[in-house]
């Protein structure tokens, strides 16, 4: 309720006060709610709100019902302890001027999945067929499942909660339609008692989960300075101030003073614990959700996902580097968004559109608050394995790379690629030290322009071409990777086998045989050697797996058939597939042959990648 003497605000200003309030917040009455002391205990505070927070709209669905019938239940209870205790409800409570209310007390059990839209997301189990048919991956998922419930619950409980916000929308459109002043003034009080809610659970969030300890500020014990203080004795008899113990006592005076609080009295670095490592990780969660939508809008930018949008940035961008106000432009903008943000603060309307966002699985999750709401607090995990999991390995396996590339070129594993590119930075070294710095500064902003516009969308959209969108790869260009490397070296080692047993006069043992019609054209002969026979399956049969240098085949065990052969110059793939006893073969038409089974399979893979001959792409 609002103090006496004070006006209603209005609808508008009642809409807003989402955020953290400020310092001075409870300076102004309008911007709190005022209310007379009353000896509640945390308990009954927490009950009260859970009643004027039930007050909304009914929502969608199943909450519908489960909202129905609690307060069916609860109305039943108030009647029932009415009749049969009417001494309690006529006697009014007796204040105690020695009990005050409990400071941001925490905010209801909400045991409702409210929602505005949509319905909450079914969580399914796995059936009794997925657990006999896959039981190690099953429950693998059923673990996975387990714990992204278990963060999503200490997510939703701890910030504010998806239904708070629900409730508060629906308070605000009780509000926006109510007929009556009464109407208008209940309203009101609803909408003001779940924003104050908010703000405590604000504090609660941040006191429960996020302070573990407290350590009082010591209190300043060095005085200011008196000059008289430092004067010494000299050697010629004169006294001189002593500046330097001045100045030390000086700065400590106003460390103390300006800075005490920021002075951390425990010089040790904290213990370790799981308690505080999840502590730092929520912490770090939350407060990165602000950057998860913008790192989403930029993505949605360079993306060219809205050509017009995109199209407008790139335009500013041209203009600003074409008049050299880019940086300016950059603190203007910061400026702007700061300022902005205390003229015109977030709406109810907003939150709308926040919950709308949450709650359709169509739309694009901006945090991932968000997706916990879409997929359900079991399903948020897969949901984001499944959209974030590629793209995610694909960045971590180019980061490898990069890595390699790195050391190698510093190992001058390609001494002629090394010499290349220590070429080409002594170029730039010459550029950097000859052009002023201005021009450095344009030149790099164009680059950070043409690869923000036209390298980011080519490497995100087309991700076959990300590495020749990278100015990374052009400057270490053809400088290998391990694998690579690993390839070259297998293949050398191939040439000088093969060449060593043809220069001994092999060519008659059992480990060749001879091609050709010509026998008298020994430029035409050409020599395979039979890299080795492997037992494994193929489908349903049993046999041996046949690796020549020329290609494979697979023979039964029983009639000798050959029942698929591949040479190695219509072999377009090479993939380990299973858990580590597979082999699988793709031509370049795309035929498949697959082998399972295959104990030495990775010295098949090797044997076939070295004498082989070809030149091979590692793609995963």
């Known amino acids: ?140 998922s059923a673990l996975h499942g387990a714990s992204g419930a278990k963060f999503a619950e200490t997510m939703d409980n701890q910030v504010i909660a998806h239904g708070a916000g629900v409730r508060l929308v629906r308070a605000y459109d009780d509000l926006v339609n109510a007929k009556s002043d009464k109407d208008k003034n209940q309203a009101a009080d609803s909408l003001e008692q779940l924003k104050k809610a908010r703000q405590d659970a604000f504090v609660r969030w941040t006191l429960d989960r996020h302070v573990l300890m407290v350590r009082r500020v010591p209190p300043q014990t060095t005085s200011w300075p008196n000059l008289g203080d430092f004067r010494a004795q000299g050697e010629n008899g004169r006294k001189r101030i002593q500046w330097v113990d001045f100045g030390h006592h000086l700065l400590r005076y106003h460390l103390e003073h300006y800075g005490g609080q920021y002075i951390d009295q425990n010089p040790n670095l904290p213990t370790p614990s799981e308690e505080a490592l999840n502590t730092s990780a929520e912490r770090l969660i939350m407060t990165s959700t602000p950057y998860q939508m913008l790192l989403m809008k930029i993505r949605h930018i360079y993306r060219w996902d809205n050509p ?76 984001l394995r499944q959209d974030l999991g590629p793209w995610l390995l694909l960045q971590l396996e180019d980061l490898a790379n990069v890595l390699e590339i790195w050391r190698n070129f510093y190992e001058w594993r390609e001494p002629t690629r090394t010499k290349i590119t220590l070429v080409l930075l002594s170029v730039f070294w010459l550029a950097i030290t000859a052009i002023p710095l201005n021009i450095l500064i344009k030149i790099t902003q164009f680059n950070f322009g043409v690869m923000f516009f036209g390298l980011f969308p080519l490497a995100t959209r087309w991700p076959q071409y990300r590495l020749l969108a990278s100015p990374m790869k052009w400057l270490f260009w053809r400088v290998p990777t391990d694998a690579e490397w690993a390839i070259a070296r297998l293949q050398v080692e191939a040439r000088y086998r093969t060449a060593a047993m043809q220069k001994a006069g092999l060519e008659s043992s059992q480990d060749y045989k001879k091609e050709g019609n010509d026998s008298n054209a ?72 697959r082998v399972s089974g295959l104990e030495q399979r990775n010295e098949v893979f090797t044997q076939i990648v070295g004498y082989s001959g070809l030149r091979w792409q590692v793609s995963g």
């Open 308 to 383: 017009t949008e995109t199209a407008k940035y790139l335009a500013a961008y041209t203009f600003l580097w074409t008049i050299d106000y880019l940086s300016g432009a950059a603190i203007l903008a910061l400026i702007w968004t700061v300022v902005k943000r205390r003229l015109y603060p977030p709406t109810l309307e907003d939150i709308r559109g926040e919950i709308k966002r949450s709650e359709d699985v169509e739309m694009t999750a901006m945090n991932i608050t968000q997706l916990i709401e879409q997929h359900g607090s079991h399903g948020w995990t897969d949901a």
């Open 1 to 140: 309720m609002t103090s006496e003497g004070l006006s209603r605000p209005s609808t508008e200003q009642l809409s807003q006060g989402l955020d953290r309030a400020s310092y001075n917040i409870y300076h102004n009455p309008r911007c709190h709610l005022v209310a007379p002391l009353q000896p509640t205990t945390s308990a009954e505070q927490s009950q009260a709100s859970a009643h004027s927070i039930d007050d909304g709209n009914p929502g969608n669905g199943r909450s519908r019902l489960r909202r129905i019938s609690k307060k069916l239940s609860e109305n039943v209870k108030t009647t029932a302890d009415v009749v049969l205790h009417p001494t309690h409800h006529t006697k009014e409570k007796s204040i105690d001027p020695t009990t005050v209310p409990v400071l941001a007390p925490p905010p209801p059990e909400d045991d409702e999945d409210e929602r505005l839209f949509h319905d909450a997301p079914e969580q399914k189990g796995p059936t009794f067929k997925e657990v006999v048919k896959h039981p190690v991956s099953t429950v693998q």
């Open 522 to 593: 020994e430029a035409d002969m050409k020599y395979v050697a039979n890299l080795g026979k492997y037992h494994c399956t193929t489908g349903n049969h049993h046999g041996e797996l046949c690796v020549s240098s020329e290609g494979v085949r697979f023979v039964s065990a029983i009639r000798k058939n050959v029942l698929w052969e591949m040479r190695f110059d219509a072999l377009r793939l090479l993939q380990k597939v299973g858990t580590g006893e597979g082999l699988l073969f793709v031509s370049s038409e795309g035929d498949e042959s």
